[in-house]
């Protein structure tokens, strides 16, 4: 049995700051893609970062680029995304996720394991 279960959500000010982590168990994800992915209230669900196997190749949504960076510890199981300079159009849902094979992929139908999700509100 899969879990990911994602901590580190919480009401943070405007251009305060966030780490997010989500612990994987159950298999090895040292070889899988993982990402992180948000939605928020009347929205579709978006991709935030996503991270290849190797941690080497990421992507980042225009929107986050320069204030999120995404990382992952293959040892432990565990994806992070750090958020910096926080705005209130990042208040959602944050939710991790994990597919088999390498590479980076954006599109939440490619990813076979999801976190519950942990929300992240910013104050403005």
């Known amino acids: 049995q899969v879990q990911m279960v994602e901590s580190g959500g919480g009401l943070v000010q405007a251009g305060g700051s966030l780490r997010l982590s989500c612990a994987a168990s159950?298999?090895?994800?040292?070889?899988?893609?993982m990402g992180w992915f948000r939605q928020a209230p009347g929205k579709e669900r978006e991709v935030v970062a996503a991270?290849?196997?190797?941690?080497?190749?990421?992507y980042y949504a225009d929107s986050v680029k320069g204030r999120f960076t995404i990382s992952r510890d293959n040892a432990k199981n565990t994806v992070s995304l750090q958020m910096n300079s926080l705005k209130a159009e990042d208040t959602a849902v944050y939710y991790c996720?994990?597919?088999?094979?390498?590479?980076?992929?954006?599109?939440?139908?490619?990813?076979?394991?999801w976190g519950q999700g942990t929300q992240v509100t910013v104050s403005s």
């Open positions: 996720a994990a597919r088999d094979g390498g590479g980076v992929y954006t599109s939440g139908t490619q990813y076979d394991y």
């Open positions: 159950g298999r090895a994800f040292r070889c899988d893609a």
């Open positions: 991270i290849a196997w190797s941690g080497v190749s990421t």
